[in-house]
């Protein structure tokens, strides 16, 4: 089996605590849908900046920065792109990159 980097970016974040609940329920069931599946669930992650080629640092992430990851495993980019449609980030607005992580 193969591990598949989920980057996930955008979505709309919780505005109260019973969305936050509904929110954090949505997530938990997803993950227990993919049982073994999931190596690590990840996590949100804050602000992006990027290093640029000539070493500078500029604020913003890009056009699309990343709002979280995870790293699942799948037996192809098929299977992989299977399990990231259940995931309620895409009924909230956001998307999911998907990449493969190579073993070195």
Partial sequence: MAKY????HGG???SNPADVKAVMDAWGAWFG???A???DGGNPV???STVKSDGTLADGGGANP???YSLIEASSLADA???AKGCPLLKNGGSI???QAMDM
Avoid at 5 to 8: A, D, I, S
């Fill in 46 to 48: 804050g602000k992006s």
């Fill in 33 to 35: 849908s993919l049982g």
């Fill in 5 to 8: 980097l989920f980057v996930y």
């Fill in 37 to 39: 599946a999931v190596i």
């Fill in 97 to 99: 990159e998907i990449a």
């Fill in 66 to 68: 990343a709002s979280g």
């Fill in 81 to 83: 792109h299977q399990k």
């Fill in 12 to 14: 709309k974040p919780p």
